[in-house]
């Protein structure tokens, strides 16, 4: 079935649901069946995350194909199966998908207290349908999994959210679904087209150019909202501000990947002259994203809505890596998605510390904190120094790559995509100080504690992987490079080939 004689990926997938069969087996009174369940709920996500990492230690990084492959027959009269397999752009997401997990579960020991099973199961079902939706070789199984996210994302918020919690959950579910219908009319054409759901198939296949157009903005309404891209964007600070804070961490973290790697695994390659088309129409808007949404960001006073809107205007830089169609651009887009996973989820949960002792997110309210938390005062500045993109931590590699492939397109566009590295610096630093400096005027501050134990085995996975991408970049964008590079040869030879048709000779 694969090269290793198992099935790794399904394995790594429908584990964490073993894992839902344990806690729904729990039984006893109230506070006895939340502390199995989330001792359940941690162990079953540390060994997931085990497992995972034999990914990490036997894929090849030479190859730019896909690895792992699993393949079984399911509807084979509709071209449909269940196929499965990474290649260097999944292989990472699946595995911050299962590092975040354990991280989001240990974040939430204390503050869910509150139909804590029914908690743990969603996120167990939650890391089953990421794992899944980046596993997946077969359209018509990625849309399943793609879909089944916003189950349990919808939960999460309306239940153990905050004051609006349902009206932020319902905002979620009605913009994700609604595009995501016009992506599923698309699969249909495809399909019709390519007679076929094979994900590699559809990769080599030469659609109609006039056919692209429409297929691109299909595939543009469902990823831009994942993403999210402005103006399609507003559904994002809701959700963050409301959900709690393992939910804002995986929103973050994983979730808002989702829309960049649909790009990057069906409209640039499967799509590459409408890509190359309306490139300048993304640039346009990834462009308002980041100077839009960061000076929306200094005007905030709640600190979730503050890294909320600076998660737009990050993943603008990554859009704007995605449709440069060069080699350094496309590796800076893959690294900031894992930069930004990795320090936004860190600055979600640097929020939740706070939230938990004082259950409030206004800025005014706070003030002086290094005076009685040193320790969270460090590991604070740690991951906004991270997401200024600071040399020496995650968030400067990505960025850098991303405005090298900006300006081999165009340099006024780099120019205004750098203008993040400013504008960030800005509203970080704005919430860093108004949180961190100053004295403690509050009575309610001054008996506030530092950092705990277990708050510590929170953040310490987090400040090694922020220091780790910083200092040593290669180690993880190896993975990629070679399928990087598959994927720009791809584009280049089916640009050439356009303009060999239109009868105009190649430059």
Known sequence: MTELGFPLLSLVTFLPLVGCVILMTIRGDEATVATNAKWAALWTSLIVFAVSLVLWFRFDQREAGFQFVESVSWLPEYGIGYRMGVDGISVLFILLATALTPICILASWD??????REFMLSFLILETMMVGMFSALDFVVFYMFFEGVLIPMFLIIGVWGHVRRVYAAIKFFLYTLTGSVLMLLALLAMRSYAGTTDIPTLMKTSFPVAMQTWLFF????????KVPMWPVHTWLPDAHVEAPTAGSVILAGVLLKMGAYGFLRFSVPMLPEASAHFAPFIYSLSVIAIIYTSLVALAQDNMKKLIAYSSVAHMGMVTIG???????????ALF?????GIVAGA?????????????????NRY???ANRMPGYALVFMLFT????????TSGFVGEFLVITGAVQVNFWLALLAATTMVLGAAYMLYLYRRIIFGSLTRADLRAILDLSPREYAVFMPLIVLT??????PSAFTHFFDASVEAMVSHHAAAMAHQVQLAGVPAR
Do not use: K
């Open 322 to 332: 995605i449709f440069s169609f060069n080699i350094q651009g496309i590796q800076g």
């Open 111 to 116: 503050s869910i207290t509150t139909r804590v």
């Open 385 to 392: 120094m991270a997401s200024v993109g600071l040399p020496g």
């Open 367 to 369: 003030g002086g904190l």
């Open 218 to 225: 299909a595939f543009f309404a469902s990823f831009a909202v």
């Open 347 to 363: 600055l979600f949960l640097c929020v939740g510390v706070v939230y938990d002792r004082m259950h409030t997110l206004e800025i």
């Open 336 to 340: 900031q998605m894992l930069s930004h």
């Open 467 to 472: 220091l780790w991408m910083g200092i040593y």
